[in-house]
């Protein structure tokens, strides 16, 4: 691709906002955990001279753990280069098409370009409008995974544990899993539009693979993002509501920043993500080291971290290590990842997993919280979770999955979106 301005320069200079895409150009899935032979099997498609051609993608939090049948569409990692792309870049917008076969894979030009082919009709046949149409009351159930007396029962578990002398569990995120069932089917697409009015300063995105469920967030977490050797990282831990006044807000933000139990939760986070930087990292700059980032329903504690990787193929190194942070697993993180293998009684998925895009110089993932798997038949499942450390009350750690989890809960009892009739829809903003 080649974007050049009045003046003949060719460098890419308008950064990307948001993409939609629909097909496969080509498609990387196994059961198998993420290797490092996958992550280069997805960069030899890519390329620095085409900085738009992209990867985008989601990885199963636990690889180790068993898939259950909602996430199965999935496989341990799904990645996919759109066939047909729309991208809204900050002074324009570009459609797209990408063309990718392999003739040693056994996917030759002839097979491509007759799957392009097939994309392009059921774009043609099909005009989508996110639409919402208020409607009242759309939950006609909503049920925990775990319910309360169960979950407080873990926090009470975990806390026994880290309070052990002998054990070294320092945190660990217990989560949960509301089944909501809906009056009519939900529609990803049109819920990804409502969560972008909600989600200011966080990333919004919507994945969903050919005949199975999407996956949908609005995660105010960065992972990383890594162009050429330059790579930041963000701690964000500890939760509270916003006031209702700008007064109240700020009481709420004082306590939060003088509390010992969140400082501790916060902490563990930025050291440890601290740690993974200098080890591929020349030099690594944290600033701020502690304030507050406010988002609409929530703020939290937060601080950046940046550096300079030694080596790009350093890229799979920090994408390995920080995931899964202390701020959706816990600390140690092999010990942490035991006791919710132990203790939770569903499979998270993609939750809390890395969702975000591989490209030629440049690479960007969130942390895929504040999500939800909606599935094809009336209903969704929510996810959320909280961090226990010493301190932790298991009341006021579901009052913070309750939270977590409003800005979907109250979207859908505002509106339900109109189903869309695209299938094999596969988008990610």
Request: negative net charge; hydrophobic residues 40%; aromatic residues 8%.
């Amino acid at each position: 691709m080649d974007i050049g301005n009045e003046n003949g320069d060719t460098s890419f200079t308008n950064n990307l906002v948001g993409v939609a895409g629909v097909g496969s150009a080509v498609f990387f899935q196994q059961l198998r955990p993420f290797s490092y032979h996958d992550w280069r099997s997805i960069k030899r498609f890519l390329s620095s001279e085409c900085p738009l051609i992209r990867a985008y993608g989601a990885i199963r939090f636990d690889a180790t753990a068993n898939i259950s049948p909602e996430w199965k569409a999935f496989a341990s990692f799904y990645f996919m280069v759109p066939q047909v792309e729309f991208d809204e870049l900050e002074g324009s917008s570009m459609l797209a098409i990408t063309i990718a076969w392999d003739n040693a894979l056994s996917w030759t030009w002839d097979e491509a370009i007759h799957s392009l082919e097939t994309t392009m009709q059921q774009i043609a046949s099909v005009v989508v409008k996110l639409k919402k149409e208020a409607s009242g009351e759309s939950i006609l159930s909503k049920t925990h995974v775990p319910n309360k007396t169960h979950w407080d029962l873990a926090v009470k578990k975990a806390l026994q544990e880290i309070n052990t002398s002998s054990s070294e569990l320092v945190k660990v995120v217990l989560a949960r899993s509301s089944r909501i069932l809906t009056a009519t089917n939900i529609d990803p697409i049109a819920w990804l539009a409502s969560l972008q009015v909600e989600g200011e300063d966080a990333y919004q995105f919507c994945l969903q693979p050919p005949n199975g469920p999407a996956f949908v967030g609005n995660t105010p977490e960065r992972l990383f993002h890594r162009k050429w050797l330059s790579i930041s990282s963000e701690a964000l831990a500890a939760t509270r509501a916003r006031g209702e006044s700008r007064a109240l807000d700020l009481q709420i933000e004082h306590d939060l920043l003088s509390s010992p139990k969140d400082h501790l939760e916060f902490t563990v986070v930025r050291e440890n993500i601290q740690n993974k930087l200098e080890s591929v990292c020349d030099r690594v700059v944290v600033e701020p080291k502690k304030t507050v980032r406010k988002l609409p329903r929530i703020q939290h504690l937060y601080a950046q971290l940046t550096g300079n990787l030694r080596r790009e193929d350093d890229e799979f190194e920090i994408l390995s290590s920080l995931h899964p942070t202390p701020a959706v697993c816990g600390l140690p993180k092999e010990a942490a990842r035991l006791f919710i293998s132990e203790t939770e009684m569903f499979d998270r998925g993609m939750y809390a997993g890395p969702v975000g895009w591989f490209g030629g110089g440049e690479s960007e993932f969130a942390v895929g919280i504040r999500s939800a798997l909606v599935e094809m038949d009336s209903g969704a499942l929510i996810y959320a979770g909280a961090g226990i450390v010493e301190g932790s009350n298991p009341s006021s750690e579901w009052d913070e999955l309750e939270l977590k989890t409003s800005q979907c809960t109250k979207l859908l009892q505002l509106e339900v979106p109109r189903q869309s009739k695209v299938e094999n829809l596969e988008i990610i903003y």
